[in-house]
């Protein structure tokens, strides 16, 4: 999620500035402000709302679907960035979905679905390599974008996006209305423990 996602976010800028024309650098920055209001702080508000109803892997997997169709549609449409309508509602979308989706979910999985007694070290390690991922989405999507272009950076989004929902759906599972030593199979106190 971090490689399509911190891809697309930090170079926003290279996506979006065929939209810009000459404008100033202000311009451009609230253009993307707008993008962000607008599409992602609605999706994270909805998942924040929806999480605990909805359930962890009913909100990722929806998400992580719908990263991979906008992200494939910036990809495959010939000359979307210069169709401003398009570009702006495909690309906001993915940004919804993500916040909506793996962005907002991937906070709570990691501290649900791992064993009570690793559970610290666990996150502590699922964050760092994370964040690995966003680093290779930040430092590869320009060179992409200056190789072929938008179809190519975001085809890479597409796949990472498609990696993430692939394993949401075999390898999680989903963690809603279930308590933490449900999840992790342990027993809950000192006296099952013993048994």
């Known amino acids: 999620m971090d490689a399509a ?10 996506v979006l500035s065929a939209l810009q024309g000459h404008h100033s650098l202000l311009q451009k920055t609230l253009t993307q402000l707008g993008i962000f209001v607008v599409f992602a702080a609605p999706g994270y508000a909805v998942a924040a709302l929806a999480m605990d109803r909805l359930g962890r892997k009913t909100i990722e ?3 992580f679907g719908m990263m991979v169709l906008t992200f ?14 398009p570009l702006v509602l495909i690309y906001g979308t993915s940004f919804f979905f993500t916040e909506f989706g793996p962005n907002a979910s991937t906070f709570d999985y990691p501290s649900e679905i791992f064993p009570v007694r690793v559970r610290t070290t666990a996150h502590g390690v699922a964050a760092p390599l994370g964040k690995i991922g966003g680093f290779l989405g930040v430092f590869l999507f320009p060179y992409l974008m200056h190789w072929k272009g938008l179809p ?10 498609a ?3 692939l394993v949401t759906i075999f390898l999680l599972p989903e963690t809603k209305g279930k308590s933490l030593e ?7 106190s000192p006296a099952e423990r013993v048994a």
């Not at 494939?72 to 309508?85: C, D, R, S, Y």
């Open 5 to 14: 996602y911190y891809g697309n976010t930090v170079s926003s800028p290279l």
């Open 72 to 85: 494939g549609l910036l990809a495959a449409i010939p000359n979307i960035e210069k169709m401003v309508v």
């Open 152 to 161: 190519a950076a975001e085809t890479a989004a597409a796949i990472a996006s």
């Open 61 to 63: 997997c929806p998400g």
């Open 163 to 165: 990696i993430g929902l």
């Open 182 to 188: 449900e999840l992790s199979s342990e027993p809950s």
